[in-house]
């Protein structure tokens, strides 16, 4: 049955008058929302009226008509006012809506929200706004007139980034009809970052080691430091600090977008046995922040140095008679190389009557170990061999020239011990008779030899009476004329004496 509005008692009219003379309804609306029953004077809703559309954003919405009744023709106007029911729920133009906000946004900082719309009037459009419990935002609107004018998002406290990027809150309207409804926003927000977090290493500290023979381009370590912020605040570029040494510089390199620190120069562990490089990160904000850390490259000993040899105190010649543990000479030994790279060892490389001795670190006598003849052997080559204990091992060799000095060992030898000599009697006096002659295998000094004859005597007459010798070429004379008769044969005893500080000699019968 369709909704009534009204009756023509309404107009003053009795149901009689309305049966004789007949009533309608004049209306102006392309559609008309009302009818009437003529005969019986009652007006009533012909179709569904939508007060929204009907009379969109006014308070108050009339329907005007014109009631003609006839005989007498008479004109009525009548206003049917259309009441409001809460038939809409409140709309956001989006179901989600996209907030950007900085994080250095402070706390009481304020957003422009978009309202809800709800076309219906009073009590049944929006009267309040909720939001999702969120301990970075808070929810503030004005009414005026019991009308919600404003609508604002309030930062409670500053946003952080790198703690949180994104917060999603639901933002509800609600009416003030009976039944309540609403309807519903989602709010994300994104937090726009601030270069607010400089670049962070690792560890503040690293260490690596690189060997000394490490060839150009040898990757000596990696660092990483991570920058929590994001986009050109969080890219990262890496430099050595200003505080690094021009030699770490120009041996080592680093790329300023991987972090790789890689040789790029000679590395020497005997001129440096350790790097201290500084590193920054930086990131790529126009205001840069920095985050700094320190690499302790140590370099690893390789055993590229063979030992050097220096001989000291070489006391030459060496006498023959040198008894054993005689020191000949001091070696001192040094290898730039570290650990057993470093360490060493002496010896000679052939068999001599020398050897070598540990003496104190790094030093060792060259000392006598077998007898010395020089009569045997003058002179020796020995060639002293220092290796260390590297893998590979490293050698240095050196030769020294040892003469063997000579000393009064040996006493002048005769060729015979005992030789005949046959004299003509009646010789004149002073004829060359007999040349002794005998050898010393010495030199110098304890070589030479002097000779001389025995004295004894001949029937009691000096045999110096009867011969002479020559002291320096042992030449025999007779002094006198032999007589076969008085004296047929004699001895004499030849003594050769060298010239030794303790002289030596031998004698010829």
Do not use: W
């Not at 609107?141 to 609508?151: D, E, G, H, R, V």
């Not at 590229?304 to 006498?319: A, G, I």
């Not at 010896?347 to 070598?356: L, R, Y």
């Amino acid at each position: 049955m369709a909704p009534l509005l009204g009756n023509c008692s309404d107009l003053g009219l009795d149901i009689g008058e309305i049966n004789s003379r007949m009533l309608h309804i004049v209306s102006r609306d392309e559609k008309e929302y009302s009818g009437e029953s003529g005969r019986i004077g009652i007006l009533f809703v012909r179709r569904q009226i939508d007060r929204e559309v009907l009379c969109p954003n006014t308070p108050f919405c009339i329907i005007p008509l014109q009631v003609i009744v006839d005989k007498p023709v008479q004109m009525y106007r009548v206003d049917v006012e259309i009441e409001d029911i809460n038939d809409n729920s409140p709309v956001f133009s989006s179901s989600v809506n996209n907030l950007l906000i900085s994080e250095v946004r402070p706390a009481g900082s304020r957003f422009r929200l978009k309202a809800a719309i709800d076309p219906d009037l009073g009590t049944n459009s929006i009267t309040n706004y909720e939001l999702s419990a969120s301990d970075s935002f808070a929810l503030d609107f004005q009414k005026y007139m019991n009308q919600i004018k404003s609508l604002e998002l309030v930062l409670k406290k500053a946003l952080d980034r790198e703690k949180q990027s994104v917060h999603n809150l639901t933002l509800t309207a609600y009416d003030g009809g009976k039944p309540r409804l609403s309807g519903t926003t989602y709010i994300i927000v994104t937090v726009e970052d601030f270069n607010d977090n400089a670049p962070v290493f690792d560890q503040p500290f690293y260490q690596c080691s690189v060997t000394e023979n490490a060839p150009k381009g040898t990757l000596v370590f990696k660092l990483n430091a991570t920058d929590l912020d994001e986009g050109r605040n969080g890219e990262i570029i890496y430099e050595f600090s200003n505080m690094v040494t021009g030699e770490a510089s120009n041996i080592f390199s680093l790329n300023q977008y991987t972090g790789e620190i890689r040789v790029n120069g000679d590395l020497d562990f005997e001129t440096i046995d350790m790097y201290e490089i500084q590193v920054d990160a930086i990131d790529n904000c126009d205001l840069q922040l920095v985050g700094h850390c320190k690499v302790l490259v140590s370099v690893v000993d390789v055993n590229d140095n063979p030992p050097e040899m220096m001989v000291t105190s070489l006391s030459v010649p060496v006498p023959e008679n040198s008894p054993q543990g005689t020191t000949v000479a001091i070696i001192s030994v040094h290898d730039k190389d570290s650990g057993s790279n470093g360490k060493v060892h002496c010896f000679i490389s052939e068999p001599s009557p020398f050897k070598v001795n540990p003496a104190f670190m790094n030093d060792f006598s060259l000392t006598v170990s077998g007898p010395l003849d020089r009569e045997v052997k003058e002179e020796y080559e020995v060639t002293i061999v220092v290796r260390d204990e590297g893998s590979p091992s490293l050698s240095s060799t050196k030769t020294l020239k040892i003469d063997i000095s000579d000393i009064n060992d040996n006493s002048p030898r005769f060729i015979h011990l005992v030789d005949t000599v046959f004299i003509k009697e009646n010789n004149p006096p002073g004829t060359h008779i007999y040349t002794a002659s005998a050898s010393d295998p010495d030199i110098g000094q304890n070589s030479f030899i002097t000779y001389s004859i025995r004295e004894e005597t001949i029937d009691g007459i000096p045999i110096s009476s009867y011969i002479s010798i020559n002291p320096e070429n042992g030449k025999v004379f007779a002094l006198v004329s032999f007589d076969h008769e008085q004296i047929a044969h004699f001895q004499c005893l030849i003594k050769a004496t060298d010239a030794g500080l303790q002289t030596l000699s031998s004698n010829l019968l």
